[in-house]
């Protein structure tokens, strides 16, 4: 009996430490997904540089529904790819300590957060290279939808008279 336990102890720790070194999901944000978030000082210098559009995801460390739509939303491939391709990744803890610039001002993180009428966490924006704000989404979106988005920003489809709703096929009732 005794020693029946002490196997199955030895199997249950070889388990949770092969979890632990393979990056199984624990507390915080998901480690899967890939996306090489920048942060907002380096990410809109790279927009800039580089002519691409700007994601900016903002986000609490304590926020659930963010780590949830890391785990849903930014870990599947096609949102991945379509943000890979077409735009520049920045992601701003709201509640972290530090400076930015945002248009040639320091201020601190929540100051920047309110600059950009974040009200909850997530909170999505669509950015132009140039600082030119497009549009925002609040709160845990969907994957299927947020393709959808991403590609409506990408193909610069919002600069017509299409909206989002018509362009990803959502009826009105």
């Not at 507390?27 to 559009?53: C, P, Q, R, V």
């Not at 930014?74 to 991945?80: G, K, Q, W």
């Not at 972290?96 to 201020?107: I, T």
């Not at 132009?128 to 990408?154: C, H, Q, R, W």
């Amino acid at each position: 009996m005794k020693g029946k336990l002490i196997t199955l102890t030895a199997i249950m720790m070889l388990g949770l430490g092969t979890g632990y070194m393979l990056g199984a999901k624990g507390i915080g944000f998901a480690k899967k997904g890939g996306i090489n978030w920048l942060s907002y000082n380096d990410g809109m210098e790279t927009a800039k540089k580089e002519g691409k559009l700007v994601l900016i995801n903002f986000v609490t460390h304590w926020c659930e529904w963010c780590k949830k739509m890391d785990e849903d939303t930014y870990s599947n491939e096609d949102v991945r790819s379509l943000i890979k391709k077409g735009f520049v990744p920045i992601r701003v803890d709201a509640q972290m300590q530090g400076e930015v610039s945002y248009k040639g001002r320091r201020m601190g993180y929540k100051e920047l957060a309110v600059h950009y009428n974040v009200k909850e966490v997530p909170t999505t924006w669509f950015v132009e290279p140039d600082g030119t704000l497009i549009a925002m989404m609040p709160g845990k979106i969907e994957p299927d939808f947020f393709i959808k988005t991403l590609s409506y920003v990408n193909d610069r489809t919002y600069k017509t008279n299409i909206s989002l709703a018509e362009y990803a096929g959502v009826k009105r009732p």
